[in-house]
């Protein structure tokens, strides 16, 4: 055998050793049933099992292997990511796996960015939402079968977030009942709607309707893009994948150009607003009814904050258990950097998050659900909170997320660099989502002008009563009120904690309102005015949404307590809870400092009782972590398998690297070896 075409390095089986002694002996001094917690989790014990039934199938199946992913090209990983959807399918019909649900359960356990997002996540919703009964009737089929496939474009080379100035023009022409899509300009060209590029074979489309020179607004199409028989793109339709991203590489986000293609009337989904034949226009309901889709994915991307972050904390947890470094003394064994403070200040409050996240994500879903219900029955009133409350929390989710994914990588070390960690693909498939359904910031200005709004209301007409998370905004005399949790105990107690959030989301409204009014005395009209405030209605959206998030944990607990959950579940989500309230308040104290809300009385007890919380959760870091419970497969991490074998794991992995499958490296000839061999 030639030297050079195979590698000296040992071939290990060590992964499935036994597992790392560490591990084992924090798993068994749990102060909680992790199960417990896990079905708590999930909805029952049925449902984890059912999910453990579908995640353990998808563990086990080569075709969704993940972990030569990153030695594949851009094409290689699309490819990829189709075969994996070929057999998505085959599974369905294998294991009769048609509810929704179960659906959405195998996708969850794929965990990849399939090709098929858009058309589960928004090109079904939309038609649902939006399409009349005829025209559900005609698609959903087709597209629950996956006879056709579709996405959601909507946003331009030239604009995303204002979706008034997108160009692309839908034509109404009376003489043949048909519109006429066009894309006048370049920055009219569809940008970025995922799996546009090479996988759809429709979109829905939104495009500005014109009937008769008259501009009617923004409103959605369904488009056949490609031909059923070969993929070609029909007569009038350029598309194609825009290239080389951040990440996302199995995804093809598109763009399309609309060269006067014409498409029947009932093309343009008319739940809402209608053109009937001779072209006589009907309003929408709701000015905004056609954002609807949007609002969806915002609610489910806030659910899925939680999980992305319980992973990257799983990985980062389990390695720091594992991990040691530096005896205290010398001769004494090595730590666990687990057990170093800086090392459990940057993890155990992202542990909290994403335990507090959970809690927000079922508390928007049943709000969504609550919304859906009353826009069946037209009724639209409560689709400005819907939409207020859902950017606010988008935002605030997706950007605290990201950023955690990033600090659990930096807590891993060198070995966090390594992509085999699955750390910096976790945080680069990430973070677009405080991009995507929104700029995070523009969704901010959403919800603060909505609060803003309402403080305005409740100003000029006392005794108004608001919706329940922004009752505050009614109490003014909240304002002259301060902090009094001057000892350690009293930063325990949640009515305080939320009287901290509330006090602090109020004074920033307050202060945004009164910046707007003097902003005005000084001459500026109100388009102005709120140009200057601009910065600060982005504290105030994130004020008032951690308010939101720490009311629902709170009230969750005591749901759960009412309901007669154990108490050292109980127990561990207090904890968790309070180190949620206490971190953030730490995190931006100025704000609760600035107005004297806060003073030197209350911080230090605030800061000896962080540390003793994140004390607390020490002997309980990897239980909760546990409690997660995602297989080896989702992790998708040398340094968070569950059994802890991570140098093996690591050591494994890397042998599949393309440069050693030789051991003399490629180019060595041509450019190593000429110079070392160089007469001196
Ligand atoms: C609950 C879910 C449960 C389960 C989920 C189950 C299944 C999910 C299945 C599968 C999912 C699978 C995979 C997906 C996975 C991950 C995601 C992957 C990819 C993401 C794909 C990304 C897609 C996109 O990005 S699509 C494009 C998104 N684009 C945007 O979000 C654009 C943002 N811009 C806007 O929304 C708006 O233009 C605006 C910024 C809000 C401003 O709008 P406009 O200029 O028109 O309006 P004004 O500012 O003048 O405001 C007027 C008035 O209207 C109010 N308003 C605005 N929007 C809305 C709305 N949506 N609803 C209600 N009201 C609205 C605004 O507040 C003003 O009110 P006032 O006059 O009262 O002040
Ligand atoms: C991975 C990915 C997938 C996507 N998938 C889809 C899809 O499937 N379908 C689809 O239609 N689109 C999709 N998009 C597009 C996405 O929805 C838009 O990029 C997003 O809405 C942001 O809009 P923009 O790009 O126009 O940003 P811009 O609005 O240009 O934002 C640029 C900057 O300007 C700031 N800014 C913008 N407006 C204001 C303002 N009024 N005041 C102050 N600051 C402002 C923003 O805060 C931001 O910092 C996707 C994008 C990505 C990255």
Redesign the pocket.
């Given at each position: 055998m030639s030297s050079s075409s195979k590698p000296n390095l040992p071939v290990t089986n060590a992964v499935n050793g036994p597992p790392n002694a560490d591990l084992v002996r924090e798993r068994g001094a749990a102060s909680f049933p992790v199960r417990d917690l896990t079905y708590l989790v999930y909805g029952g014990q049925e449902r984890t099992e059912h999910l453990e039934r579908i995640a353990n199938m998808v563990a086990s199946d080569p075709v969704f292997r993940k972990t030569d992913r990153f030695f594949l090209s851009r094409t290689e990983q699309y490819r990829r990511s189709l075969e994996k959807v070929r057999h998505y399918k085959e599974l369905i019909a294998k294991h009769n796996l048609h509810s929704e649900l179960d659906q959405q359960d195998l996708r969850q356990a794929i965990d990849e960015d399939l090709p098929i997002g858009?058309h589960v996540g928004?090109f079904i919703p939309t038609i649902v939402g939006q399409g009349t009964d005829e025209q559900q009737k005609k698609w959903l089929p087709l597209a629950r079968a996956y006879k056709i496939i579709g996405?959601?474009?909507?946003?331009e080379l030239g604009?995303?977030?204002?979706i008034r100035g997108l160009e692309t023009v839908a034509t109404y022409d009376k003489s043949t009942q048909e519109f006429v899509l066009n894309s006048p300009t370049l920055t009219a060209t569809?940008w970025?709607?995922?799996a546009?590029g090479k996988t759809s074979t429709h979109c829905v489309v939104?495009a500005r309707l014109v009937i008769s020179d008259r501009e009617c607004g923004v409103h959605p199409f369904m488009v056949q893009l490609r031909s059923l028989e070969n993929h070609e793109p029909l007569k009038g339709i350029t598309v194609g994948d825009i290239g080389p991203?951040f990440a996302?590489e199995t995804?093809d986000?598109g763009f399309l150009r609309f060269d006067h293609v014409r498409i029947p009337r009932d093309h343009m989904l008319m739940r809402f607003a209608q053109v009937a034949a001779d072209g006589t226009y009907s309003t929408p309901p709701h000015s905004k009814v056609s954002y609807a889709t949007m609002v969806f994915m915002r609610a489910y991307i806030i659910g899925t904050a939680s999980s992305t972050l319980a992973k990257a904390v799983t990985i980062a947890v389990r390695y720091s258990c594992v991990r040691k470094q530096f005896p205290l003394r010398s001769g004494e064994p090595e730590q666990q950097i687990l057990n170093y403070q800086n090392q459990q200040a940057a993890l155990f409050p992202l542990l909290a998050t994403a335990y507090a996240f959970h809690f927000t994500g079922n508390y928007i879903r049943q709000m969504y659900s609550d919304f859906v219900r009353g826009m069946r029955a037209q009724d639209f009133s409560v689709l400005p909170e819907m939409h207020a409350t859902s950017a606010g929390l988008k935002s605030l989710t997706t950007w605290i997320a990201s950023a955690g994914i990033e600090t659990c990588r930096a807590s891993c070390g060198g070995h966090g660099y390594s992509k085999l960690s699955g750390l910096p693909s976790l945080y680069a498939n990430y973070i677009?989502a405080c991009?995507?359904?929104?700029?995070?910031?523009?969704m901010c200005?959403q919800l603060a002008r909505y609060l803003l709004k309402l403080y305005g209301k409740a100003q000029a007409k006392p005794g108004l009563r608001l919706p329940g998370n922004v009752s505050y905004l009614e109490k003014s005399t909240l304002l002259d009120e301060r902090c009094d949790a001057s000892t350690e105990e009293l930063w325990l107690d949640p009515a305080r904690q939320l009287h901290a959030y509330r006090n602090r989301a109020l004074r920033l409204v307050a202060n945004c309102a009164n910046r707007l009014v003097a902003e005005m005395q000084k001459g500026k009209d109100e388009v102005l005015a709120v140009e200057a405030i601009?910065s600060d209605m982005v504290k105030v959206a994130k004020a008032h949404s951690y308010y939101v998030v720490l009311n629902n944990f709170v009230n969750a607990i005591e749901q759960l307590r009412a309901s007669g959950t154990s108490t050292p579940i109980l127990r561990v989500l207090k904890t968790l809870c309070d180190l949620f309230a206490l971190h953030f308040i730490q995190a931006d104290l100025g704000d609760f400092l600035e107005y004297g809300y806060l003073s030197s009385l209350h911080t230090e007890p605030l800061h000896a009782q962080i540390r003793r919380l994140l004390e607390a959760i020490r002997p309980d870091a990897v239980a909760l972590v546990d409690a997660f419970n995602f297989t080896d497969h989702a992790l998708g991490s040398a340094l968070g398998v569950h059994n802890g074998r991570v140098y093996e794991t690591l050591f494994e992995w890397a042998q599949q690297e393309p440069l050693n499958k030789t051991q003399v490296a490629p180019g060595y000839h041509e450019y190593i070896k000429p110079f070392l061999l160089a007469k001196m």
């Amino acid at each position: 055998m030639s030297s050079s075409s195979k590698p000296n390095l040992p071939v290990t089986n060590a992964v499935n050793g036994p597992p790392n002694a560490d591990l084992v002996r924090e798993r068994g001094a749990a102060s909680f049933p992790v199960r417990d917690l896990t079905y708590l989790v999930y909805g029952g014990q049925e449902r984890t099992e059912h999910l453990e039934r579908i995640a353990n199938m998808v563990a086990s199946d080569p075709v969704f292997r993940k972990t030569d992913r990153f030695f594949l090209s851009r094409t290689e990983q699309y490819r990829r990511s189709l075969e994996k959807v070929r057999h998505y399918k085959e599974l369905i019909a294998k294991h009769n796996l048609h509810s929704e649900l179960d659906q959405q359960d195998l996708r969850q356990a794929i965990d990849e960015d399939l090709p098929i997002g858009l058309h589960v996540g928004m090109f079904i919703p939309t038609i649902v939402g939006q399409g009349t009964d005829e025209q559900q009737k005609k698609w959903l089929p087709l597209a629950r079968a996956y006879k056709i496939i579709g996405t959601y474009a909507q946003t331009e080379l030239g604009h995303g977030s204002f979706i008034r100035g997108l160009e692309t023009v839908a034509t109404y022409d009376k003489s043949t009942q048909e519109f006429v899509l066009n894309s006048p300009t370049l920055t009219a060209t569809k940008w970025w709607p995922g799996a546009l590029g090479k996988t759809s074979t429709h979109c829905v489309v939104f495009a500005r309707l014109v009937i008769s020179d008259r501009e009617c607004g923004v409103h959605p199409f369904m488009v056949q893009l490609r031909s059923l028989e070969n993929h070609e793109p029909l007569k009038g339709i350029t598309v194609g994948d825009i290239g080389p991203k951040f990440a996302y590489e199995t995804m093809d986000n598109g763009f399309l150009r609309f060269d006067h293609v014409r498409i029947p009337r009932d093309h343009m989904l008319m739940r809402f607003a209608q053109v009937a034949a001779d072209g006589t226009y009907s309003t929408p309901p709701h000015s905004k009814v056609s954002y609807a889709t949007m609002v969806f994915m915002r609610a489910y991307i806030i659910g899925t904050a939680s999980s992305t972050l319980a992973k990257a904390v799983t990985i980062a947890v389990r390695y720091s258990c594992v991990r040691k470094q530096f005896p205290l003394r010398s001769g004494e064994p090595e730590q666990q950097i687990l057990n170093y403070q800086n090392q459990q200040a940057a993890l155990f409050p992202l542990l909290a998050t994403a335990y507090a996240f959970h809690f927000t994500g079922n508390y928007i879903r049943q709000m969504y659900s609550d919304f859906v219900r009353g826009m069946r029955a037209q009724d639209f009133s409560v689709l400005p909170e819907m939409h207020a409350t859902s950017a606010g929390l988008k935002s605030l989710t997706t950007w605290i997320a990201s950023a955690g994914i990033e600090t659990c990588r930096a807590s891993c070390g060198g070995h966090g660099y390594s992509k085999l960690s699955g750390l910096p693909s976790l945080y680069a498939n990430y973070i677009p989502a405080c991009t995507y359904e929104g700029d995070n910031t523009v969704m901010c200005f959403q919800l603060a002008r909505y609060l803003l709004k309402l403080y305005g209301k409740a100003q000029a007409k006392p005794g108004l009563r608001l919706p329940g998370n922004v009752s505050y905004l009614e109490k003014s005399t909240l304002l002259d009120e301060r902090c009094d949790a001057s000892t350690e105990e009293l930063w325990l107690d949640p009515a305080r904690q939320l009287h901290a959030y509330r006090n602090r989301a109020l004074r920033l409204v307050a202060n945004c309102a009164n910046r707007l009014v003097a902003e005005m005395q000084k001459g500026k009209d109100e388009v102005l005015a709120v140009e200057a405030i601009k910065s600060d209605m982005v504290k105030v959206a994130k004020a008032h949404s951690y308010y939101v998030v720490l009311n629902n944990f709170v009230n969750a607990i005591e749901q759960l307590r009412a309901s007669g959950t154990s108490t050292p579940i109980l127990r561990v989500l207090k904890t968790l809870c309070d180190l949620f309230a206490l971190h953030f308040i730490q995190a931006d104290l100025g704000d609760f400092l600035e107005y004297g809300y806060l003073s030197s009385l209350h911080t230090e007890p605030l800061h000896a009782q962080i540390r003793r919380l994140l004390e607390a959760i020490r002997p309980d870091a990897v239980a909760l972590v546990d409690a997660f419970n995602f297989t080896d497969h989702a992790l998708g991490s040398a340094l968070g398998v569950h059994n802890g074998r991570v140098y093996e794991t690591l050591f494994e992995w890397a042998q599949q690297e393309p440069l050693n499958k030789t051991q003399v490296a490629p180019g060595y000839h041509e450019y190593i070896k000429p110079f070392l061999l160089a007469k001196m």
